[in-house]
């Protein structure tokens, strides 16, 4: 088998897996609707208080609303992804099985992450997208392309979202636990990626910081790049350096990680 | 209390009405009463659980009172830009936050886990529960009783604090009492959601996540003022879902602002029936929901 088929078929596969869970997934539209109507009411009051803040007008921070609440599942903002089962696996030594396949520890797990995200972006994002657009006022392109930009700023963000889970996944070989790892990366995760108010609204220095995170990658790019307010190359080609750094960092990790891995014979 | 109860009753965990307790030796058998009590011992044995791993613990309890502390994060950031929101001040909404911080954190605490049901039906520990001689809906709701999350009734009290301190507010003898009044009943109402939630699972095995969007959900809601909201939806969580009873309904009271929809004053002093009334409904769901399970007997 081909390496690009056998990487293919683990996405495949990470896409059916998810896709099993049909109540789940309706159950996890229907929660994004509910938050996205109660978060799209606060940021009306807060627009209405101060219209053009941050930049955006009111339908623009409404279309940012729904757009946080599309990316929540894909970009792994809410829950655990991959990594759960990942540092479950270093924790118990079937890491040790995964280590000897003939598939490369990174590229598997990507595979199966990407697989994911894709059943998240169609099960998860489209649904509460309508329905934001259908009950609120929302600045959505008309242009085509538009889209098709903000598509591939989605599909960076989720390389850069893997990348950084893998990272922390690995701590696992180190600390064996590692609920407070995905606890601490979950927290900063949430405030950096702008899902807790859109990171041009937060005030002075803090906004800047925040805007050169990765995190930043993962809802604040794709959603400028759908409202016009970034310019798509740029905003890729910050994504795609967040990507190669944090890829990179996570084969050092891996690569020293796997040196301490004694596996047991009997 | 929980402690010196269960470490008494301990030595006789499967004789609940044994005779050397001569308060309830011959008391007939009561529901409520066996329930509780099992309940703090299942609470209590997954409390010294917890704390065989007492820096986990630590950390755990700091991560849910950082991560709870979140969305008064957001209205502090939100209140970086305006001074105003929906014609409330921060003290005000801090006021609104922390009763329903603290309402709706005491019922996570007490009986937050209700959303494993579904997980425990699908792999079939549920049927372990129903052969034990205690009120199924006891154990399930002391299941995995985790006590970090006293972090976010912990971040509650500090907003209401807040609140109270630079709040400038008219105090009367009924307005003192509204406010435990407020965290009781509202922490009923939370509690009935979280019950009618778990009857509901006996039907959506995967659909815990739809109890999120009203436990959760409807804990964020409150933590603004109704002003915000669209009145329809005002409407649906005063008359339909009674949320509003909460904190909306009398902290509106309390604070001196009109409610946005037409109700008398009166209304603000019912929240306890509305908890009670709320309560009574889950537990007819539960029973409905409990009785309609089907075990697959594997």
């Known amino acids: 088998m081909g390496a690009g088929r056998l990487y293919a078929a683990v996405a495949a596969g990470g896409f059916r897996r998810y896709a099993t869970y049909r109540a789940a997934t309706a159950a996890g539209v229907f929660t994004n609707t509910v938050f996205g109507f109660i978060l799209a009411y606060t940021y009306i009051a807060l627009w209405d208080e101060k219209p053009h803040l941050g ?15 599309a990316m929540f599942a894909v970009m792994v903002l809410g829950s655990n992804g991959f990594e759960a089962e990942l540092i479950e696996r270093i924790r118990t030594g079937d890491i040790a099985i995964d280590l000897y396949r003939p598939a490369d520890l990174q590229l598997w797990w990507f595979a199966a992450d990407s697989g994911r995200a894709l059943f998240q972006l169609l099960g998860r994002g489209v649904v509460p997208m309508a329905f934001g657009a259908l009950c609120f006022d929302l600045a959505l392109p008309r242009d085509p392309l538009a889209w098709l930009a903000c598509l591939v700023a989605i599909a960076l963000g989720v390389v850069v979202s893997f990348a950084i889970r893998y990272i922390v996944a690995l701590w696992a070989f180190w600390l ?71 890829l990179a960092a996570g084969r050092l990790v891996q690569s020293a990680a796997t040196r301490r891995v004694v596996v047991q014979g009997g | 209390m929980a402690e ?32 509780l009590r099992a309940y703090l011992m299942i609470a209590a044995m997954w409390i010294r659980s917890t704390m065989a791993y007492r820096a986990s613990f630590a950390m755990t309890a700091f991560g849910n009172f950082a991560a709870t502390s979140f969305d008064f994060l957001a209205i502090l950031l939100m209140f970086s830009q305006v001074d105003e929101l929906g014609g409330y001040t921060l003290p005000e909404i801090a006021f609104l936050y922390g009763v329903v911080g603290i309402a709706f954190g005491l019922t996570d605490l007490a009986i937050g886990s209700m959303d494993r049901l579904g997980r425990r039906v699908r792999d079939g520990t549920l049927d372990t529960l129903l052969v034990r001689p205690v009120p199924v809906l006891a154990q399930v709701a002391a299941d995995k009783f985790a006590l970090r999350r006293l ?30 009044m407020m965290v ?13 939630g778990g009857a509901f699972q006996f039907i959506a095995l995967d659909a815990a996540e739809v109890q999120n969007s ?80 089907r075990s697959t007997g594997s």
Not at chain 2, 10 to 15: I, L, N
């Open chain 1, 176 to 246: 064996l636990d590692g609920s407070g790892a995905m606890q601490l990366t979950w927290l900063t995760g949430v405030f950096f990626s702008g899902m807790l108010l859109p990171l041009n609204v937060f005030p002075g220095a803090l906004g800047e910081i925040a805007r050169l995170l990765p995190w930043s990658a993962l809802l604040q790019a794709p959603a400028d790049v759908l409202l016009g307010e970034a310019d798509p190359l740029a905003t890729y080609g910050f994504q795609i350096a967040w990507a190669v750094v944090l």
């Open chain 1, 55 to 69: 930049g955006y007008d009111q339908a623009q921070a409404l279309t940012y609303v729904w757009v946080g609440q």
């Open chain 2, 4 to 35: 010196a109860r269960t470490a008494t009753a301990a030595h006789h965990p499967d004789c609940p009405d044994r005779p050397d307790r001569t308060d309830d030796a011959y008391a007939p058998y009561s529901p409520v009463r066996d329930g």
């Open chain 2, 184 to 196: 009781l009943s509202g922490g009923l109402i939370f509690g009935a959601v979280f019950v009618a």
């Open chain 2, 214 to 293: 009203f436990t959760y959900g409807g804990s964020t809601l409150l933590q603004y003022p109704p002003t915000v909201f669209a009145k329809d939806l005002v409407r649906g969580v005063t008359f339909v879902l009674p949320l509003a009873f909460v904190n909306w309904v009398p902290a509106l009271y309390v604070l001196g602002r009109p409610y946005p929809l037409d109700l008398p004053t009166w209304v603000a002093f019912t929240p306890p029936l509305v908890g009670a009334g709320c309560c009574a409904l889950a537990g007819l769901a539960w029973r409905a929901g409990l009785r309609s399970y």
């Open chain 2, 151 to 180: 972090g976010r009734v912990t971040q509650g009290l500090f907003v209401l604090g807040y609140a109270l301190t630079v709040l400038d507010i008219d105090w009367t003898p009924v307005k003192v009492l509204m406010i435990p």
